[in-house]
């Protein structure tokens, strides 16, 4: 990357200093207008969101509401569907994070958090726990975390062989999610047929029902782990590097890089028990940001936007489609992100030895 100097010193191209008080930013400017754009449209995504349905909701009707204003429309809006539309996006935006975090770990497009068995291994555990009776809205995300980092733990012990190596991790991450999932279904069995339906549908990846209890939770959860996603976001350019580089640059490698793929393992499990195990929403948002930004890191934010973006798009289309039955969100984010999956492993494997896939 070239560099170029002027009177504020040397910056790399394309980035802009930003100065807050005594404190310097250098700030990609495609990425920062590819944010500020994704945001306008989550913003009138959000919108959309709250003013379809069975019953159209006059836009100025349905901000009055958000923003706590008496309104006829309370029910509609303020009870039935800003809370599912918040906990969309926590979702959205943690998958779009986790599944950043853990592909720059694995270097590898494919190496998200539904593909290499991290979300099968909380759907196991949660799904488990709700065939034995348990149904608490505290409990059920905390054992999807454990779920998360369990199966996590695995795969990386099994994929370390003097090193991480990326193919290996991500073979190795897709025999033990199919593995998972057979548990998943043997637990499905055993329960009780109306806990199995509900379990079924839950595995699909759905926000039908689901409201305050689920996404206040997350939201504590997400804004603790806050701080570390700021360190992760300058973390991940030294662990993007091979590792002579990285390590010449006085960097940990190791540690970093095991305190990225724990934060992304968090974060996918945690948003795995508010609402499913989600397909494809991990995998689509950070490559898709990355080439709509164009850097060399996967971008945090922009990724975190689009995964919002892309889940509460999916759910709107879930919930009128075939209205007035409402399907589960992870159909429609599966219906897009397995024709990508697709593209991504033939484009993959026509890229030749030392490009970019």
């Known amino acids: 990357m070239s560099a170029v100097t002027g009177a504020q010193g040397v910056r790399p191209a394309g980035y802009a200093v930003l100065r807050?008080?005594?404190a310097a930013l250098l700030v990609h400017r495609r990425a920062a207008g590819v944010a500020v754009a994704l945001a306008l449209l989550l913003?009138?995504?959000c919108l959309a969101?709250?003013?379809?349905?069975?019953?159209?909701?006059?836009?100025?009707d349905a901000l009055e509401v958000v923003f706590g204003q008496p309104s006829p429309d309370e029910l509609v809006v303020g009870t039935l569907r800003e809370p599912r539309m918040v906990l969309g996006l926590l979702v959205g935006a943690a998958f779009g994070v986790a599944g950043a975090l853990i592909q720059t770990v694995a270097r590898n497009p494919l190496a998200s958090p539904d593909i290499i068995g991290i979300s099968h291994g909380a759907s196991a555990l949660t799904v488990g726990a709700m065939t034995f009776g348990v149904t608490s809205?505290?409990?059920?995300?905390l054992l999807s975390v454990l779920g998360g980092i369990a199966a996590a733990a695995l795969v990386y012990v099994f994929a370390w062989r003097g090193g991480l190596h990326a193919a290996r991790f991500v073979l190795i991450g897709i025999g033990f999610a199919i593995a998972l999932r057979s548990v998943t279904t043997l637990f499905m069995t055993k329960g009780d047929y109306l806990v199995a339906q509900q379990a079924q549908i839950w595995m699909t990846g759905s926000l039908n029902g689901r409201g305050w209890n689920e996404a206040n939770p997350l939201a504590l959860t997400l804004l603790v782990l806050l701080p570390f996603v700021l360190w992760a976001a300058?973390?991940?350019?030294a662990a993007g590097l091979d590792d002579d580089t990285a390590t010449a640059l006085g960097t940990r490698l190791g540690r970093v890089r095991l305190g990225l793929v724990l934060l992304g393992v968090v974060l996918a499990s945690v948003a795995t028990g508010a609402a499913g195990p989600v397909d494809f929403v991990a995998l689509l948002a950070p490559q898709t940001?990355?080439?709509?930004t164009r850097t060399a890191q996967l971008p945090l934010l922009c990724s975190a936007l689009l995964g919002a973006l892309i889940v509460v798009l999916a759910d709107l289309l879930a919930r009128r489609l075939f209205s007035p039955t409402e399907l589960?969100?992870?159909?429609?984010t599966a219906a897009v992100g397995a024709p990508y999956l697709i593209w991504l492993i033939v484009r993959?494997?026509?890229?030749?030895?030392g490009g970019t896939p």
């Open 328 to 332: 589960p969100v992870g159909v429609l």
């Open 49 to 60: 969101y709250l003013c379809v349905g069975e019953s159209f909701v006059h836009p100025v």
């Open 234 to 237: 300058r973390a991940q350019r």
């Open 348 to 353: 993959s494997r026509s890229v030749r030895p």
């Open 137 to 141: 809205y505290t409990v059920l995300p």
């Open 289 to 292: 940001a990355r080439r709509l």
């Open 43 to 45: 913003a009138a995504s």
């Open 20 to 22: 807050v008080r005594r």
